[in-house]
């Protein structure tokens, strides 16, 4: 699928792993630029769905911290609205993704 920057793009439901709904709330950075709040709301072992109410622009790198973690290296797949579907660079432990779902619950149901 061709994207093109500037508009919104937004990518199928082809996940390599299933998702863990969360609530927490995070610090994402671009390189160069400060950081800024974000609410992770799902979790997998190769991503993570945040609302993140700054404009980030789509399609590239960013870092996003958990409180207590090292900041994570990630990439914007896709933009819908404050919506963003982020994959990360090198994928999470199993035991390190299984810590964060239980340190941080949500009430609510993930889409897997």
């Known amino acids: 699928m061709e994207r093109e920057m500037g508009k919104k793009f937004k990518r199928g439901d082809d996940r390599i792993s299933t998702r863990a709904g969360v609530e927490i709330l995070a610090e994402v950075r671009e390189p160069g630029l400060g950081r800024i709040e974000a609410m992770i709301i799902d979790l997998s072992l190769t991503g993570f769905r945040m609302r993140c109410m700054t404009r980030l622009t789509g ?23 404050d919506i963003f579907g982020c994959e990360f660079v090198n994928a ?6 299984d810590h964060i779902v ?11």
């Open 59 to 81: 399609e590239k790198n960013i870092f996003m911290a958990l409180p207590s973690f090292s900041a994570i290296e990630s990439k914007i797949c896709w933009v819908d609205g």
């Open 102 to 112: 239980s340190k941080y619950p949500t009430l609510k149901v993930a889409v897997s």
């Open 92 to 97: 999470l432990h199993p035991a390190v993704f």
